[in-house]
């Protein structure tokens, strides 16, 4: 799927895409929280990756989708590249993208009452990290507190997050 991204440091809108993961190195660490390549061999999983036109190997952002039970829209990993975090970040949009990307399928594979709703967990090793990301999540991306930490984004939401990050 064809997206834009905003490069940091100009605010130039830059041409990429998320595509599946098929045939690229994912990440391992290496400044990475999660090791993709050993979940993206879960036969269950879906991994996506956001690359740009201009540096198609370069993982900028990576997903990993299931569906729960056969039916539940599930984004089991997300992570952005280490070089898309903080102040000197490279690139802007790269969680959006991925986030909207997930609620896309979660409406293209949801089965019944599941249909557009994309579940989540937020665990994080302090709890204080966990309340900071789950705000993020209910403040950018429309998510909500489900319960413990799992959280959730509606339809409704889903479809404001793919006009806003697939569809410009």
């Known amino acids: 799927m064809d997206i834009r991204i905003t490069q940091f440091s100009d605010s130039k809108s830059i041409d990429a895409k998320i595509i599946k993961s098929a045939g690229l190195a994912l ?5 990475w929280r999660f090791n993709f390549e050993k979940h993206a061999r879960n036969a269950a999983f879906q991994t996506y990756v956001l690359v740009t036109e201009e540096t198609p190997y370069a993982i900028e952002g990576c997903l990993i989708f299931r569906l729960k039970d056969e039916m539940e829209p599930y984004m089991a990993y997300i992570e952005i590249a280490p070089h898309n975090k903080g ?4 690139f802007d949009r790269v ?6 990307f997930a609620s896309r399928l979660s409406f293209i594979h949801g089965k019944d009452h599941f249909k557009g709703w994309l579940a989540f967990d937020v665990l994080e090793e302090r709890e204080e990290d966990e309340v900071k990301l789950m705000t993020v999540y209910c403040q950018k991306y429309g998510a909500l507190k489900w319960s413990g930490t799992t959280m959730v984004i509606s339809p409704e939401a ?3 997050l793919i006009f806003k990050f697939l569809e410009q």
């Open 95 to 100: 969680a959006g993208c991925l986030i909207a």
């Open 158 to 160: 889903g479809e404001k």
């Open 27 to 31: 990440p391992t660490f290496g400044g």
């Open 87 to 90: 102040e000197n970040r490279r």
